[in-house]
């Protein structure tokens, strides 16, 4: 079954492209315009993995990822933002984010990060009966 993915974007040209990508990839993707949307999605679908821009209308990302970690919620979070300034990074990970890309990104970069989020997340294989 594929990975489902919560892509939140509010800049129109990357979130259709990033979705279109994603889908191609492989993955089930469900893609909203603002952080309000997200947070009601993630709460409905629980997907496997987030993907947020930070700078959203209404609920920001960095805001969507603290709520979210504040009710328990481990699903993995990737940030995406135009913010490039360390203490931006900082405080995207500090908000409780697993990984950072800044825009412009490489779709394959975005792609591996996803990759490794998911296998951090996953549960362990069991070890082989001896």
Request: hydrophobic share 50%; with cysteine; aromatic share 4%.
């Amino acid at each position: 079954m594929p990975h489902t993915v919560l892509l939140a974007e509010d800049d129109r040209a990357i979130r259709n492209a990033l979705e279109r990508a994603l889908t191609l990839e492989g993955y089930r993707v469900t893609a909203v315009a603002d952080g309000v949307e997200a947070l009601a999605q993630a709460h409905r679908s629980r997907p496997d993995v987030l993907v947020l821009d930070v700078m959203m209308p209404g609920i920001d990302g960095l805001q969507v990822c603290r709520v979210l970690r504040a009710e328990g919620d481990r699903t993995p979070v990737l940030m995406l933002t135009a913010l490039v300034e360390t203490a931006d990074r900082i405080a995207g990970l500090d908000a409780g984010a697993d990984d950072y890309v800044v825009k412009p990104f490489d779709v394959e970069e975005v792609f591996a990060r996803l990759r490794a989020l998911l296998r951090r997340a996953a549960p362990p294989e069991p070890a082989p009966a001896p």
